[in-house]
């Protein structure tokens, strides 16, 4: 593995400055193609009490994006609604390494828990 300098850490927050994130397990039921977005996917996810979809730009980080399809992880899913290639988000999902250039995985529970459970 290459050399990894963590990059600095970003300036505190308040407690009440995390706690306004909903962040929430969700099972990737479905991963479709955005036609319009040479990166983005479409993914259809359950939170339990019910379905949103979320747009990733993980489009060219996967050789078969269908892999994470059933797979639990972690989503934002109080962001406002955002339109992307044509397309509407409903969150964001968590992912690890793209902010430092690395190939990406999904921030995911160490077990099973129900859907629309939350983290933090």
Do not use: C, W
Request: proline letters at 7%; a neutral charge.
């Amino acid at each position: 593995m290459n050399q990894f300098n963590p990059s600095a850490v970003k300036p505190n927050v308040s407690m009440a400055d995390v706690e306004k994130l909903d962040v929430r397990v969700g099972t990737i039921l479905a991963i479709d193609d955005v036609p319009k977005s040479g990166k983005l996917l479409k993914l259809l996810v359950n939170f339990g009490d019910h379905r949103r979809t979320i747009l990733a730009g993980m489009k060219t980080e996967r050789v078969d994006p269908q892999e994470i399809q059933g797979r639990q992880a972690l989503f934002v899913v109080n962001l406002e609604p955002k339109r992307m290639a044509g397309e509407v988000s409903e969150g964001m999902v968590f992912d690890i390494g793209f902010a430092d250039g690395i190939t990406p995985v999904l921030a995911v529970p160490e077990r099973a828990v129900p859907d629309g459970a939350r983290a933090g």
